[in-house]
């Protein structure tokens, strides 16, 4: 990476003399692990001694072995695994002044001054006291003889830096809390699970998630999976809710729906603060309706496996980001938690965040609901907002009548979570008073005149649903445009959602340069960007590429496992995304990759050779599986063959070879929670805009739009959602190699070589920055953008 005047690197940090420790505390979460290697193996290369201190606070307490100096082999294959392997325990011992004098003393003999604590909001304030005692903690030992006024002298700051890790995302100030994707991910597939059984025998299922405190898992769960109800403590329901709960479920059983799935927050409250458990609703279910009605309590499963791609990117980022912070510190600088908003690093101020947290817990307990709901920030309260929106139907009476047709299609590939965004479109546009139609097989199916109503009812159960079922075909209209607009006549369509990817931008583009032949086309348009090949400007990130990323992950874990027991060996896999390396170098930075090559950053026979030389370095230490990820269309020359071929002859007596190509296993499978979550709520988000922009266009009984910003792309820019021209977007478009000029991706890529144990520049321009706690930010925040 060039250097420049206006990027700030983080070579000038050092952390020659320093050291750092590494804990983890409180509950453990998926993805601590990852988070561990990263402060490891990012300490150990700017230059600092890093400590692991096993067992949490009761380590820090105990000293001795619990102390120990870690290396960059500790942290091998670690990535992967769940839980967090330095283990966490609660410490009564560390709430005592005499515990916190130990443990400083047992800091101070090995010189550390700088803590890295992975745990919860209790984790965090017990940090932020030891740092705030420290200095009368020194003093006490020097007066009890135990150290000397020099050491006291020498490490006479102590400086914390936090990262979260909670399932329950409970903690104020961050997006998401190291844990929670994953924790979604279990309840999802358990969800999934239980359908099919429910389905078979007509059952109502009552699941019980964790959440004592915060009902995000349940809220989110609920709507990844479209539950008839959910309960949870922010936001209890109204008085007299059984009765409505179970008229929901009867009509849905009228509607000749085979079964009921209603989700349960632990610690669910009704308005007067007295609990709700699974329990009570199935006896409620049963009593009243007398269906067939089990409980699945989901317990401790929810902490468990592997974490999800999201977990150990997100993870990998905040735990460099914590040591450069570290390394930044001086003895005035707060005690900071670091975290991810939107694609930025962000640093708070921990005591905020705490305070902020305890704030929630607070109103809830006097009852104000609507606050506490605030207080968890504008994420939550959109999750809120959309789950009503699409589990509860209005009646027909009470629907406004706009008589306006719209409608949806899917153009492009498949991709994971197409029909979360097409469920979602159809139902917000009937309760905005539409007539929703939907267009099988994309632009042909248009032409071809295969459209037809979709109702409410027709898209239940789609959420869950992978590849696109109302058929997708990368068919672009330029050939067809009288006859599209002679269908869009025949319907009487009023505004078009195009759900794609690359082929639906340049489809979009074609409509709009046909305006002028075709006054039919004057009519707003909107694109919410699908592809697992994440390719379309305009937007960070587009539904179904991490679904596609943990079907890369998932399969890199796999084949590594595959070697254990076995010599040394490197797997090249290849990935796909047509031009766009967006797979293979946020795929290779989650699966622990050694290398990624692709189009965007261009290689050589030198890089490879280097690569290949670097490789067998490290597999003569302890180092026994290597990957290399290559994305399809990196180089026409050095092929998947042809590096396969490569590495085994130059890695010849150190390593053996073996390659695998992943191809369209990468687009199926079932939508991972954020792609359904993502889809549903850009697609509630673009469906709002075309009312919008319907009452504005409506003028001499017509609708008439045909300036630039009523054909547009709705796309996750950093922190928000936005609304941008498509013809605005053609600068930042290189239309023959179908990827966006600047991809924001491509910083991550030094990140992933650093962890690899190469020599890179990383540009560190985003990070530093701290930021003060927003009880709600001026634009929606979607945490995920962090892949």
Known sequence: MAQSDNKKFFENLTGAGKAIAVLTSGGDAQGMNAAVRAVVRMGIYVGAKVYFIHEGYQGMVDGGENIKEAKWESVSSMLQVGGTVIGSARCKEFRTHEGRLKAAHNLVQRGITNLCVIGGDGSLTGANLFREEWSGLLAELVQQGLIDEEAAQKYSALHIVGMVGSIDNDFCGTDMTIGTDSALHRIIEVVDAIMTTAQSHQRTFVLEVMGRHCGYLALVSALACGADWVLIPEMPPEDGWEEKMCQKLSAKRAGMKRLNIIIVAEGAIDRNNQ????????????????????????????????????????????????????????????????????????????????????????????????????????????????????????????????????????????????????????????????????????????????????????????????????????????????????????????????????????????????????????????????????????????????????????????????????????????????????????????????????????????????????????????????????????????????????????????????????????????????????????????????????????????VFANTEDSACLLGMRRRALIFQPVVQLKDETDFVHRIPKEQWWLKLRPLMKILAKYKTSYDVSDSGQLEHVAVNRPKESEARAAI
């Open 275 to 702: 609990p709700i458990t699974s329990e009570h609703v199935k006896d409620l279910v049963v009593r009243r309706l007398g269906f067939d009605t089990r409980v699945t309590i989901l317990g401790h499963v929810q902490r468990g496996g592997t974490p999800s791609a999201f977990d150990r990117i997100l993870a990998s980022r905040m735990g460099v980001e914590a040591v450069l912070a570290l390394l930044e510190t001086t003895a005035n600088t707060p005690a900071c938690v670091v975290s991810l908003c939107g694609n930025q690093s962000v640093r708070l101020p921990l005591m905020e965040c705490v305070q902020m947290t305890q704030e929630v817990q607070k109103a809830m307990d006097e009852k104000k609901f609507e606050e506490a709901v605030q207080l968890r920030g504008r994420s939550f309260e959109n999750n809120l907002k959309t789950y009503k929106l699409l589990a509860h139907r209005k009646p027909e009476s009470e629907l406004p009548q706009s008589n306006f047709n719209v409608a949806v299609l899917n153009v492009g590939a498949p991709a994971a979570g197409m029909n979360a965004a097409v469920r979602s479109a159809v139902r917000v546009g009937i309760s905005e008073g539409h007539k929703m139609f939907a267009v099988s097989d994309g632009f042909e199916g248009f032409y071809k005149g295969q459209i037809k109503e979709i109702k409410w009812a027709d898209v239940g159960g789609w959420t869950g649903q992978g590849g696109s079922l109302l058929g997708t075909k990368r068919t672009l209209p330029a050939k067809h445009i009288d006859k599209i607009a002679e269908q869009i006549r025949i319907y009487n369509i009023n505004a078009l959602l195009v759900i794609g990817g690359f082929e639906a931008y340049l489809g979009i583009m074609e409509l709009l340069a046909a305006r002028g032949t075709y006054e039919e086309l004057c009519m707003p348009m909107v694109m919410v960007p699908a592809t697992v090949s994440n390719n379309v400007p305009g937007s960070d990130l587009s539904i179904g590429a991490d679904t596609a990323l943990n079907a890369i992950t998932d399969t890199c874990d796999r084949i590594k496992q595959s070697a254990s027991g076995t010599k040394r060996r490197v797997f090249i896999i290849e990935t796909m995304g047509g031009y766009c390396g967006y797979l293979a170098s946020v795929g290779g930075l989650a699966a622990g990759a050694d290398a990624a090559y692709i189009y965007e950053e261009p290689f050589d026979i030198r890089d490879l050779q280097s690569n290949v030389e670097h490789l067998t370095e490290k597999m003569k230490t302890s180092i026994q599986r290597g990957l290399v990820l290559r994305n399809e269309n990196s180089n026409e020359n050095y092929t998947t063959d042809f590096i396969y071929q490569l590495y085994s002859e130059e890695g010849r007596g150190v390593f053996d070879c073996r390659k695998n190509v992943l191809g369209h296993m990468q687009q199926g499978g079932a939508p991972s929670p954020f792609d359904r979550n993502f889809g549903t709520k850009i697609s509630a988000k673009a469906m709002q805009w075309i009312t919008k922009k319907l009452n504005d266009c409506y003028k001499q009984g017509r």
